[in-house]
Structure formats: structure tokens, C-alpha cells
């Protein structure tokens, strides 16, 4: 991509992958050539899916504002 992002997607219902069920699906995009470090990014997106209320919390979001509300309360703990 020309761009480094996330992609985020929460499903009504979870489906069943690899005999777990997902209802949250995350996918990092990096920029090509990218030389940055990452691993704020990474450090970030773990401490979210090891935390299951924050799961349940996106899950539950409703709209772009909601999910990056989530995100910035993990940055800020």
C-alpha cells in the first residue's frame, strides 16, 4: 500500500475460524518500503486482544468514532 493503516472490521455475529469464533477481524497494512518501527503498532493491537472487555468494547462499537475512542483509551492506559 502507499500507506500504513489498519483495517477493522466487527461482525453482527461471530463466524467460525479455525474452530474458534471471531466477531473481531483486524488487519495491519504497511506501506511498501516501509522503514519505520512498527512496534508501538504491534504493542497496541496486543494489548487489546489480550484484553477481553476491550474486545467485547469494539465488538460492541457502533461507528468510526466509537472504535477509535476504544483504541485511544488503550494508548492512554
Known amino acids: 500500500t502507499k500507506t500504513t493503516f489498519w483495517a477493522v ?9 479455525e474452530s474458534q469464533r471471531v466477531q473481531f477481524v483486524c488487519l495491519l ?5 516501509n522503514k519505520a518501527d512498527l512496534q508501538s503498532m504491534y504493542k497496541l493491537l496486543g494489548s487489546i486482544l489480550d484484553d477481553p472487555a476491550a ?23
Open 9 to 17: 472490521c466487527t461482525l453482527k455475529k461471530p463466524i467460525d475460524w
Open 29 to 33: 497494512c504497511v506501506e511498501k518500503e
Open 55 to 77: 474486545v467485547n468494547q469494539l465488538v460492541k462499537c457502533r461507528s468510526y468514532q466509537e472504535l477509535s475512542d476504544v483504541f485511544d483509551q488503550k494508548m492512554l492506559s
